[in-house]
Every structure is written in structure tokens, then in C-alpha cells.
């Protein structure tokens, strides 16, 4: 949520990512939204110098140093550092062109904005360089803006430089509603986040018709394992829906549709129904 909050140091994250690389899993390290910070910088140079796993880049300043646009590196040699990263869903790729610069610089995977319509998904994806993986978000919520000010702290009457760490206390932000009662935001600390759970749950038919290679999965306080364990399921041609209590504010998938990204819509074949117990 946020670089002031690390309840774990880098060396147990990197202790934790070698645990599982020796348990079969590959492991990406996701760098900042916003890179704000000489010690964020920092941060970010000693996983990059650690070498081990990629990186998630969804920053410019994190391609920088990725490929090397630090002091310590001479000029004449930052033209041949393509060091493998993860092009994340906050570079703006919304074309061929973007999507193949990304590709010249080291990317190996690169994640669609979470606004793109299943068939721009499928035009890119499709024209992809080659060598590049796609991975789509699946479920979880969005999180559609970052700000350099913390929306907890101030919820509560503090600033970010004393924030005492209130977002902890909402492990899953706090939820905003319109003045006729519907969920509509979250926040969570420099996040605002949609209410509903995006879900592609019904939908992993058809990715894996477009032979998408991965989805994601974003973490929440509760339920997580259940649904991992049904977007296996899914994964495995088994018919699996959602369970109500995963996402008590509901679901969308809206912008996977190309509609208003807050709508649920109803995959080819299905009812809405079927999506959500």
C-alpha cells in the first residue's frame, strides 16, 4: 500500500521468495506504482542487484534502473543492459506499438491495464513480440488510482509522515459508499480501489482459449486459498462459480466486457447466476 509500510525487512522478503524458488514456484518482486523517494530507489536497487528474481515494473524510474540508469553504471553501457522484467498493468500499454517498446527494453511478461476490453486483450495478445507472456488480473480488487498522500491517514486526521500505521487496522481498506448507500470505492492507504471484486472466474474458459498464460490473483485478508483453489479448478475444466462471501459487496466484470467496469456481465452461454452462488 504504501513504501512506509514494511512490517517485513527486504532480506525476509527475499528469504521468503527463496523458499518458495526452491519449492518449484517462480517468483516476481513487484516494484512501487509511485517511486517517490531516494530510499525507495534504493530499495528497489538492492533487489534489483540481488539478482535472483524478476522484477515487476510499474514505474518508468523502475525500467531505469533496471536497465542500469543509475550513477554507478558509465553511459556507454546502459544501452546494453536488457535486464528480464515484468511490464506491470500500471505502464499504460494500451497498443501494439507501447506494448512492443516495453518488449525492446527486457520485458518478458507484461500485464494488460485492468480497463481492457477482452478483445483488445486478444488483438495485443495475439501481436504480441515474440517471447512475451500475457498475464490477466482474474480477481480481486481493482485498484484504479494512486496518490502520493495517504487516504487512511487522512480519514482518520493524521499525515502520512505520522500515519501510525492505521491501515493496518483495515487489512481490506475502508469502503466508501454514494449517498444512495451502494459500495462503490474502497481506500486503501495511496489507494482507491473498487468496491466489488473484479472476477474472471466463469471467464477462464475462454482465456485459456486465447491461450493467455497466466492470471492474476490478488490477495485479500480472507478466503484467499478457496479461491486460488477455484480458479484451479477452473484452470482444470471444472465448473466452479463464486462463492458471496468471498466478495460480500459483489462482483464485476464490467471492463473485461467492454461495459462500465462496475457491471457483472454474463459470459457467452451463461446467466449471471452463474457466476456467483
Not at 53 to 71: K, V
Not at 215 to 224: E, F, G
Request: hydrophobic share 40%; aromatic share 6%.
Amino acid at each position: 500500500m504504501c513504501a512506509r509500510r514494511r512490517e517485513l525487512r527486504r532480506e525476509d522478503w527475499l528469504g521468503l521468495a527463496r523458499d518458495l524458488s526452491s519449492a518449484g514456484k517462480q517468483v516476481v518482486l513487484s516494484a512501487q506504482v509511485l517511486l517517490e523517494s531516494e530510499a525507495d530507489l534504493r530499495q528497489l536497487r538492492h533487489l534489483i542487484d540481488d539478482g535472483s528474481f524478476l522484477i515487476e515494473a510499474n514505474d518508468l524510474g523502475a525500467i531505469g534502473l533496471l536497465r542500469g540508469a543509475s550513477a554507478r553504471v558509465p553511459a556507454e553501457l546502459m544501452a546494453l543492459q536488457r535486464i528480464p522484467f515484468v511490464a506491470g498493468p500500471h505502464l499504460n500499454i494500451y497498443n501494439e506499438a507501447t506494448l512492443a517498446f516495453f518488449a525492446g527494453l527486457g520485458a518478458v511478461r507484461w500485464v494488460p491495464p485492468l480497463e481492457m476490453s477482452r478483445e483488445r486483450v486478444a488483438q495485443l495478445h495475439a501481436g504480441r513480440p515474440a517471447g512475451l507472456a500475457t498475464e490477466v488480473f482474474a480477481f480481486g480488487r481493482m485498484p484504479l488510482a494512486f496518490s502520493a498522500r495517504c487516504f487512511t491517514a487522512r480519514h482518520v486526521g493524521l499525515n502520512r509522515d505520522d500515519c501510525e500505521y492505521r491501515c493496518m487496522e483495515h487489512p481490506d481498506g475502508l469502503e466508501l459508499s454514494t449517498r444512495e448507500g451502494q459500495e462503490f470505492l474502497v481506500i486503501n492507504g495511496i489507494q482507491t480501489q473498487s468496491a466489488r471484486r473484479h472476477t474472471l472466474l466463469a471467464e477462464m474458459s475462454d482465456i485459456a482459449d486465447l491461450n493467455i498464460d497466466a492470471v492474476r490473483i490478488s490477495p485479500q485478508s480472507h478466503h484467499c486459498l478457496e479461491i486460488i483453489a477455484a480458479f484451479a479448478a477452473a484452470r482444470d475444466g471444472q465448473s466452479v462459480t463464486a462463492a458471496p462471501e468471498w466478495s460480500p459487496e459483489g462482483y464485476a466484470n464490467g471492463y473485461w466486457h467492454g461495459t462500465a467496469g462496475i457491471n457483472l456481465e454474463s459470459p457467452k452461454g451463461h446467466d449471471v447466476k452463474d457466476i456467483q452462488r
